[in-house]
C-alpha cells in the first residue's frame, strides 16, 4: 500500500468531473445551479456539482426511454453487451487509484479500505454480471406437440435508481451491473454527500462502447432530482438504498405515479449474538468490533446491537473493549488509518445526538462518546460503547450509522430471538455458538435477510442481500438481482 504522501500528491492532480452525464454527454444542471461536494476529513469544499431537478431528469429519460425503445442496447446480442460491460470493468481497474481517492475524499473512507475494498469490489461485481448475460436461459412450458409456450425474462426498460453515500461506488456498481446486463437503460441518482465517483462512471461507460442513453447520471438533492425520478411517468421500475423515511416516500411516488415497480433495502439495526457455548470468544469479540466500526460504522448492516449471554458477559466485554483499541480514528488519507471521519457535519451531529440520547435514556457510556480531531476541521467521532442498554431505548431501536455500539445481554437462547427480533428492521444478524443445531433453530427464527453463523459480514456477488420487514424488499447481488429488473413474458406459439 502506498503511503500518505503519494495519495496527497494524487489528489492534488486529481481532475473532477461534476456534471450529470446525459444521452452520453456531461452537461450542466438546465438551471445552472450547483451544491458543494465536501471534503469531510477538514470540511472544505472540493468542487461544486451540477444540482439537477426536474427539467433535468425529463431530459434523461427522453434520452433512456429512446435508447430503449430504438433497442440500441436491449437489442444486442448478450455477447455484445457482456463484451462491453467487461470492457468497462477493465477501464474502472485501469482507474483504480483515481477512483479510491474520490471515494475517500468524497465520502471519508480510509484510503486503504476505498483501495483494497471497495474499487476490487466494483470491479467484481460488474465482471460477473456481464459474465452471466449469455448464461442466463428463458424457459420452454410442458405443452401438448401442437402449442409452444415459452417464458421469457424482459427488460422492464427505464429504471431510475438512488443510491447511498456510504460506499458510493459499490452500491452504484450494484443497480448498475444487473440493470445493463438485462437490456435496461438507467437513471442513475448517486447522494448528493458523495457523487463523484458515480458521475465519474459515465466518461468510461461511453469509453467502454455503452451507447449514449442506457446509463444517465443525475447528480442533485433527494427532494428535487430524487423526487422527481419517483413520480416519473416514464421510469418502470425503482431500485433504492437509504432511509426507511425515504423507502416510504418512494412507495408513495410510485403509487401516485404509474405503479411503477419498487425495490428497497432501507437499512437496519443487526443483531450480534454471543451464545456462552460460542467456542472461540476472542474471534467473536474481534468480529464485534470490526462490525461497528469499520467504515465508521456507516454500513447499514453494522453489528449495532451485541447481545450477549449473561454468564459471559463481563469477560466478552473485556474483550470488545481491548479489540476496540484497534480502530485508529484519523486522516483517512494515511493508509494506517481505519476510522475516517463521519461523511457529513449534519450526520456528525445526528451521531452525536443520538449519544446524548442514550446518555439521557440512562444507559452507561464505557468508551468514547466525543467528537475528536475537531482542529482538522473534519467530522471525526471516536468508537462509543454503551453497556446496561435495554431493548426498548432509542440506541438499541433507531439505525444510527455511526460508531456507536449498544451493549446488550441475555438469559438463554428464547430471549436472544426474542431481541434480536424487536426491532422494525429485519437487515441481518448473527449468532456465535458451538451448537450446530441451536444455530440453525434461531436463524430460522430470526427474521433477517442474512443470517451469519460463528462469522461476520461474510459474503460475495453470488448471494442475494437483502432484508425482511422495515429493512425492504427485493435484493441485490447474486441472479436474484436480475429479477426487479426484468417481468415475465409468456409466448404462446399455435404449431397447427
Known amino acids: ?21 446525459i444521452a452520453g454527454k456531461y452537461v450542466p444542471a438546465l438551471s445552472g445551479k450547483t451544491f458543494p461536494a465536501i471534503n469531510p476529513a477538514t470540511g472544505q469544499e472540493i468542487a461544486q456539482v451540477a444540482s439537477c431537478h426536474k427539467e433535468d431528469v425529463d431530459s434523461a429519460v427522453s434520452a433512456a426511454r429512446r435508447a430503449f425503445e430504438d433497442r440500441r442496447w436491449s437489442g444486442l446480442a448478450p455477447q455484445e453487451r457482456k463484451t462491453i460491460l467487461l470492457k468497462l470493468a477493465e477501464l474502472i481497474e485501469k482507474h483504480h487509484e483515481e477512483f479510491a ?52 425474462r424482459a427488460p422492464l426498460g427505464v429504471i431510475g435508481a438512488i443510491i447511498p453515500w456510504n460506499y458510493p461506488l459499490m ?6 451491473a444487473p440493470c445493463l446486463a438485462t437490456g435496461n437503460s438507467l437513471i442513475l441518482k448517486p447522494a448528493e454527500q ?3 465517483s458515480a458521475i465519474r462512471l459515465g466518461a468510461l461507460a461511453k469509453e467502454a462502447g455503452v451507447p449514449d442513453g442506457v446509463l444517465n447520471i443525475i447528480p442533485g438533492y433527494g427532494e428535487t ?37 419498487v425495490s428497497l433495502e432501507c437499512g437496519g439495526k443487526t443483531p450480534h449474538i454471543i451464545m456462552a457455548d460460542c467456542e472461540d470468544l476472542d474471534n467473536a469479540a474481534e468480529a464485534a468490533a470490526r462490525g461497528i466500526f469499520e467504515n465508521q460504522g456507516e454500513v447499514c448492516n453494522a453489528g449495532s446491537r451485541l447481545l450477549v449471554e449473561e454468564s459471559i458477559a463481563k469477560p466478552f466485554l473485556d474483550k470488545v473493549l481491548e479489540h476496540t483499541k484497534d480502530w485508529r480514528v484519523g486522516d483517512p488519507m494515511d493508509p494506517d488509518t481505519n476510522m475516517g471521519p463521519l461523511v457529513t457535519k449534519e450526520q456528525m451531529d445526528r451521531v452525536m445526538s443520538y449519544i446524548h440520547c ?30 446496561g442498554v435495554t431493548s426498548k431505548m432509542t440506541i438499541a431501536q433507531e439505525e444510527i450509522f455511526g460508531p456507536v455500539l449498544a451493549y446488550m ?25 458451538r451448537d450446530a443445531s441451536k444455530a440453525l433453530r434461531m436463524a430460522t427464527r430470526i ?29 441485490d447481488k447474486s441472479l436474484y438481482a436480475f429479477e426487479k429488473y426484468t417481468d415475465l413474458k409468456t409466448i404462446w406459439m399455435s404449431m397447427d
Open 1 to 21: 500500500m502506498k503511503n500518505k504522501d503519494f495519495w496527497i500528491k494524487k489528489a492534488q492532480g486529481l481532475k473532477i468531473e461534476t456534471r450529470a452525464f
Open 101 to 152: 481517492l474520490l471515494e475517500t475524499l468524497n465520502m471519508g473512507k480510509p484510503i486503504s479500505y476505498s483501495y483494497s475494498g471497495d474499487i476490487p469490489g466494483s470491479v467484481n461485481c460488474l465482471r460477473w454480471n456481464a459474465e452471466a448475460i449469455d448464461k442466463v436461459y428463458d424457459q420452454v412450458a410442458p405443452t401438448p406437440d401442437t402449442k409452444l409456450a415459452m417464458v421469457r
Open 171 to 176: 452500491m452504484a456498481m450494484w443497480k448498475i
Open 194 to 196: 458523495s457523487p463523484l
Open 225 to 261: 432530482a430524487g423526487q422527481a425520478i419517483g413520480r416519473h411517468m416514464d421510469i418502470d421500475c425503482l431500485a433504492f438504498t437509504g432511509s426507511g423515511e425515504v423507502g416510504k416516500l418512494l412507495m408513495t411516488y410510485a403509487g401516485e405515479s404509474n405503479m411503477k415497480h
Open 358 to 387: 442514550g446518555d439521557k435514556e440512562g444507559a452507561k457510556k464505557i468508551v468514547g462518546g466525543k467528537q475528536v480531531m475537531t482542529e482538522s476541521g473534519g467530522y471525526y467521532v471516536e468508537p462509543t460503547i454503551f453497556e
Open 409 to 433: 445481554t441475555f438469559n438463554g437462547e428464547e430471549e436472544a430471538v426474542k431481541l434480536a427480533n424487536d426491532t422494525v428492521y429485519g437487515l441481518a444478524a448473527a449468532v456465535w455458538t
Open 447 to 475: 427474521q433477517a435477510g442474512s443470517i451469519w453463523i460463528n462469522c461476520f459480514d461474510e459474503g460475495n456477488i453470488t448471494v442475494p442481500f437483502g432484508g425482511f420487514k422495515q429493512s425492504g424488499f427485493g435484493r
